[in-house]
């Protein structure tokens, strides 16, 4: 059941990306580009997305036992703002602003057929493993 | 167009509240799909969600006749961008989903930061970008 009821949400949220025009990178870039003509887009995506996630987050899951079809909630346990956050969510910044493309985008965009993105994604994971390797070098006295 | 941007993020809100109410998970892309091929085990519920990312991209060609996006992003900016997309949502433990509509949801102090953090290197990324390309 589990892997049906991911199959459906995973549906909806990658139609959502369509809908919304997130799988576009030039909405991204257009919203970015503050010396452009501006497109909103993006701050409206996120203003329907968190409607929706607050009102789960806050007042749905505070009133359920457990998940309907899996036996706890997996949420993230540390609270510690360090520099391992910083400077990784910094460099995400970067890589989203030059290239109009984040990973739920990226994914959902194989669907689209277009090397650009099996191109993307494929670098996104060799940086993924330069990632955990650098987090390592860098932060392992943490 | 912002009426499908508001629509469109009410169904990925719903996409990510369907996973959290019926699996238990955050929907975080990043660490779904690295999860996809790199999980402590085989995670086939990873990879349904990402199937089902697709899925809906695809739904929504046929329901709406859309060609699609067309991608022509030069090498020069898609290469270092995939791969400081990648090195940064595992340094940084998420990425838009699961900072932006998951984590600041829950009220998550580091997802908060981290949300402002990314957006703020790419709006400076996009405005250091077009200074360049000006010259």
């Known amino acids: ?142 | 167009m912002s009426i499908y941007a508001i629509l469109g993020g009410v169904c990925i809100g719903i996409g990510a509240m369907l996973l959290m109410v019926l699996n238990g998970r955050i929907a975080g892309i990043s660490g779904i799909f690295y999860q996809s091929f790199d999980g402590p085990k085989h995670r086939n519920w990873a990879l349904f969600f990402l199937a089902g990312l697709c899925l809906g991209v695809v739904i929504h060609l046929w329901a709406s006749g859309d060609p699609g996006p067309v991608f022509d992003m030069p090498l020069s900016t898609l290469l270092p961008g995939a791969f400081l997309v990648g090195v940064g949502t595992r340094m940084g433990s998420g990425c838009t989903s699961g900072h932006g509509i998951c984590g600041i949801a829950r009220f998550s102090r580091r997802s908060i930061v981290a949300t402002i953090v990314f957006m703020g290197s790419a709006f400076i990324t996009v405005f250091v970008q077009s200074l360049v390309w000006e010259l």
């Open chain 1, 1 to 142: 059941m589990k892997i049906y009821s991911a199959l459906a949400s995973g549906t909806v949220f990658g139609f959502g990306l369509a809908l919304s025009g997130m799988t576009d990178p030039a909405n991204i870039i257009g919203f970015l580009d503050i010396r452009g003509q501006w497109n909103p887009s993006l701050a409206f995506v996120m203003m329907g997305g968190l409607a929706v996630t607050t009102v789960t987050f806050q007042l749905v899951i505070p009133n359920m036992q457990k998940p309907v079809l899996a036996e706890l909630f997996v949420l993230p346990e540390t609270n510690i703002l360090d520099g391992k956050l910083v400077l990784g969510a910094c460099l995400f910044g970067i890589g989203w602003g030059l290239s109009g493309l984040c990973p739920g985008p990226a994914v959902a965009g194989l669907a689209y057929f277009d090397w650009h993105i099996v191109l993307f994604v494929l670098v996104m994971v060799v940086g993924m493993y330069s990632g955990d390797w650098l987090t390592r070098l860098l932060f392992s006295a943490d």
